[in-house]
């Protein structure tokens, strides 16, 4: 590479840039303060429960030059020919590395860090306001090559110099002082920190960028064998790698850093495919990034593992054809990258392609025959293929110019991001290859910290900043776990975050009569035998469940019919079993592959068409081909699940038991989880789906009712809660929740407490006063008021990247229960960490709440105790879950109705009639099929 012809332009870097104008078509209410402000926290903390010493993934922060300033630069990159250079293409690093190394004088030896896109920053001002470069990338590439002593020879390829020419422009944009950084530490706003922070991130992703690292967002992953494990049958490998960020605490400015795993496994992900609580645990204990990577080597073993063929012969070359697309080979005759633009349409052994033939002294083209490509690389190459012949070539060449390559002599090259979804069973198997356990996981980050050599970064040395290289040590509290209430006045004390009903009953058991059994599965499934031992088992439990009145099987034919279908055909069956009253349940066997294509149908015919409770279970595995006995703790959760859809209640908390919970027990009280889910990356066709739940029967917290939207592709605002049509009326998500609150408990909620879920910090404020403002609204509208509730704001995060270890036992995860609300929180706002469950594998990630607004006035105390309580009312276990119940029931809403939901077919989701929301003018955002008002107000998400 090589940089010419520099040219500058007159003006004083220290001359800050005009002000900013109002754009004219700006409202003026848009200009308006915000009505609500995240709230400060208060002076004291929580004080009960017993201490613990911890250690935190923060890495202490000096620095010792506060009065430092970056200045900002603006980059702008274009062709010789003044087209625009487009970020992601990844040559601006590139373009700005040879610029600094060939004119590093013109910066006056300042160092700089640039964010691989439009700005860039330096320590201490350029000496001129604009500057202009003309740049010159020099690659190698492959060229025609004539040789040979005959008097014709073939067209040959050799290794030549291609120069692409780029115009750079680097121009103030602004002063960016350290100073702020030290006033958020203070207290102060810690808003006018976050452009300083951002400088301090943006040097450390750039040093990952120098070792040759794969970015993504904040994380970096290197190219190391050691860090790289395959995912089997996919082709594709997990990676290990680090999030690095700088973040203001209580105890000072701290490096938080974090091993991460590359993976395609996103909490919305989650939300849309899981339905069984293993799974989802499992998530919460892995550490997951955006997207995964290509096993690199051969891309013939990567088709084959991708689609788990042994032989080449075997391959769908349509399915190769869409997967390889895009991605990037080198190739091993002269080890050279190309980016895949397709496949040959013939194999290599018959894809013809023009060949000119010119004369020894290679001026003249005497002629031009068509040659296959096999013919070429083993006759005029000298290359032995040994597969390749009967197999289609890759395309690496440009829409009217391919250039075919066989494919064994293409490879993959690493670090290449995968950006496709998974199937469910290959999401299980990267959760599993994710997991650290809390030792390893403390190794992976010091070790990082003290190999990457932070504190000799040229930037950060610059600015005095230096980072020690332990863990933070801080004090913690373990929470004392609630007592439940059990059937027959029984008391049950958690042990370690878990319980169970051995000898125990449910608090609200249901009789269940008038039931039915149908069956799915092909397999010599018992069903009758099932029944019966989930009879004797509800008896243990004290539900009074009688013999189902019809066992259905499905008839073998069908099973090569669509689920759609194979479900319209059970219930025909149903109805000429019971032609004038349905059954009031429906126990659901379905293939033994938990994924299956009948569930979304099955819930949707059931939930939305027949308004019947539905329970689906797996069936029982095979051993030694005799049927193994479902264990009683198996059927124990499927009643706890039947019997909360059928209204019962399985525990409560012996507080809420005798109505005593603190700042509830007098105040009518409704308590929110929300939460928006959204379709797998890359589908555009799917839209968001908004689900909130709001708790019934005051002074109870544990009963539930969920309603569901869908709104535009990735909206994470909730749009819908207060919805007015032309008729005055409301048909929002709240109008649903309040009419359910006061039916069950007679009375207006006076007070509301809202645990918000999926929400960055940057979101806050729109938390606050977007979706809070619309609450407000349809309070009014519904109860008539002027006077509203008062309103408690919690968000809750699960991902983040703090860690928690026992000080004196780091092989450990922190027991249940434990809180941290000092030294690693942050200086100003409200927040704390919980750890709630108990982390059997991998390493416990702790939910990160943030207060945003208390008008009801918790302590911390009250509030830390409140919030650990309702992680053991998730009425569908026996142990404590890791974030709030309210929330995990919204996940569970949302990723059921996005189950029952056929999104290929979008006419036939908004056939109801109703106005649908758009993402633009041609894409609309089809209406959710409400529920049957027969399981509208039960917890059928159980």
């Not at 400060?40 to 935190?56: E, K, Q, Y």
């Not at 983040?800 to 200086?827: C, E, M, R, W």
Request: charged fraction near 20%; hydrophobic fraction near 35%.
């Amino acid at each position: 590479m090589m940089v010419a012809g520099a040219k500058n332009a007159g003006g004083d870097a220290d001359l800050p840039p005009p002000p900013p104008t109002i754009p004219s078509n700006l409202k003026p209410e848009l200009l308006a303060p915000p009505k609500y402000s995240i709230m400060t926290r208060p002076c004291r903390t929580g004080t009960t429960g017993r201490g613990i010493t911890l250690l935190a993934n923060h890495f202490k922060v000096s620095v010792n030059n506060p009065d430092a300033v970056f200045y900002q630069y603006s980059v702008h990159m274009t062709y010789e020919d003044n087209n625009p250079v487009l970020p992601g293409m990844g040559i601006g690093r590139k373009l700005m590395d040879r610029l600094y190394h060939t004119y590093s004088m013109e910066f006056d030896g300042n160092k700089f860090a640039y964010d691989g896109e439009k700005s860039l920053y330096t320590f201490g001002p350029l000496p001129l306001h604009k500057l202009n470069y003309t740049v010159v990338l020099e690659e190698s590439v492959s060229r025609p090559h004539e040789t040979g002593s005959s008097s014709v020879t073939e067209k040959r390829m050799k290794l030549s110099i291609q120069s692409k020419t780029f115009n750079v422009e680097i121009s103030y944009a602004a002063k960016i002082p350290l100073k702020p950084i030290a006033l958020a530490l203070k207290g102060a706003d810690a808003d006018d920190g976050q452009d300083a922070l951002r400088v301090l991130d943006i040097v450390l992703r750039q040093q990952a960028a120098n070792r040759g690292c794969l970015l993504v967002r904040q994380s970096f992953f290197q190219d190391d064998s050691r860090c790289i494990t395959a995912v089997g049958g996919t082709g594709l490998s997990t990676v290990r790698g680090f999030h690095s960020s700088f973040r203001p605490t209580q105890g000072g400015l701290t490096l938080n850093m974090g091993t991460k795993f590359c993976c395609l496994f996103v909490i919305s992900v989650v939300a849309y495919t899981c339905r069984h609580l293993s799974l989802f645990l499992l998530w919460l204990l892995a550490d997951v990034s955006t997207t995964l990577i290509l096993t690199p080597g051969p891309v013939i073993d990567f088709l084959k593992a991708n689609q788990g063929v042994q032989h080449p012969r075997n391959i769908d070359w349509a399915r190769a054809k869409r997967m390889l697309k895009n991605l990037r080979i080198k190739t091993r005759h002269h080890n050279m990258e190309f980016k895949i633009t397709g496949l040959s349409q013939n194999p290599c052994r018959e894809q013809y392609f023009p060949m000119k033939l010119r004369s020894d002294d290679g001026t003249t083209v005497e002629q031009t025959v068509d040659i296959t490509v096999y013919e070429y690389f083993t006759k005029h190459r000298g290359i032995e293929l040994t597969y390749s012949a009967n197999f289609p070539c890759l395309d690496v060449g440009k829409p009217k110019r391919p250039n075919y390559v066989p494919l064994e002599l293409c490879s993959l090259v690493s670090l290449q991001r995968y950006k496709k979804a998974l199937s469910s069973k290959q999401r299980a198997s990267i959760v599993g290859s994710s997991r650290q356990r809390p030792q390893e996981r403390i190794n992976s980050v010091t070790n990082a910290v003290r190999n990457y050599g932070y504190n000799d970064d040229p930037v950060l040395a610059a600015c005095g900043i230096s980072i020690e290289k332990q863990l933070t040590q801080i004090e913690g509290r373990v929470l004392e776990a609630p007592k439940l209430k059990v059937g027959n006045s029984s008391d049950c004390m958690p042990s370690d975050g878990r319980w169970n009903f051995n000898g125990k009953t449910f608090l609200n058991p249901k009789h269940i009569d008038k039931w039915i059994v149908v069956n799915f599965s092909l397999e010599n499934c018992d069903t009758s035998r099932i029944s019966r031992q989930l009879y004797d088992i509800g008896r243990k439990k004290g539900i009074r469940i009688e013999y189902p009145i019809t066992l259905i099987e499905e008839q073998p034919q069908l099973k090569k019919q669509s689920p759609i279908e194979r479900v319209k055909k059970m219930f025909e069956q149903i109805k000429v079993k019971h032609p004038t009253e349905p059954p009031n349940f429906i126990l659901c066997v379905l293939p033994e592959r938990k994924t299956s294509d009948i569930y979304g149908p099955w819930k949707k015919e059931c939930l939305v068409d027949y308004g019947i409770v539905t329970q689906c279970i797996s069936p029982p595995m095979k051993k030694n081909n005799r049927e193994r006995e479902l264990s009683e703790q198996y059927l124990t959760n499927v009643l706890l699940k039947i019997n909360s859809k059928l209204g019962g209640i399985n525990s409560l908390l012996a507080t809420e038991h005798s109505g005593v919970v603190s700042l509830i027990k007098d105040t009518p009280t409704m308590i929110l989880g929300m939460d928006v889910s959204h379709g797998p990356p890359g589908r555009s066709d799917i839209p968001s789906v908004a689900a909130v739940v709001g708790s019934l029967q005051w002074p109870l917290i544990s009963q539930y009712r969920a309603a569901v939207r869908t709104q535009k592709v990735r909206k994470e605002m909730i749009d819908s809660l207060y919805k007015p049509l032309e008729s005055g009326e409301d048909d929002g998500i709240m109008r649903e929740l309040l009419k359910e609150f006061y039916k069950t408990s007679k009375c207006k909620p006076t007070q509301i407490i809202i645990f918000r879920d999926g929400v960055s910090e940057s979101q806050f404020n729109q938390v606050l006063n977007e979706e809070l403002d619309q609450i407000m609204k349809a309070y009014k509208h519904h109860q008539k008021v002027d006077e509203l509730p008062k309103f408690t704001v919690i968000v809750a995060q699960k991902n983040h990247n703090t860690k928690l270890f026992q000080a004196g036992s780091p092989q450990y995860n922190v027991p249940p229960g434990t809180v941290v609300d000092t030294n690693i929180v942050h200086p100003r706002n409200y927040d704390f960490y919980m750890c709630a469950h108990k982390g059997s594998i991998g390493t416990s990630r702790p939910v990160h709440y943030h207060v945003l607004l208390d008008e009801i006035g918790f302590s911390a105390n009250e509030l830390q105790n409140l919030i650990h309580s309702l992680s053991y009312v998730y009425q569908r276990s026996t142990t404590a879950v890791s974030i709030v119940a309210p929330i995990c029931y919204a996940h569970l809403a949302a990723a059921q109705v996005m189950q029952f939901m056929k999104f290929e077919d979008l006419s036939a989701t908004s056939s109801s009639g109703r106005v649908s929301v758009t993402t633009s003018e041609s894409i609309p955002v089809p209406e959710l099929p409400r529920l049957h008002e027969k399981v509208r107000s039960s917890m059928f998400f159980c």
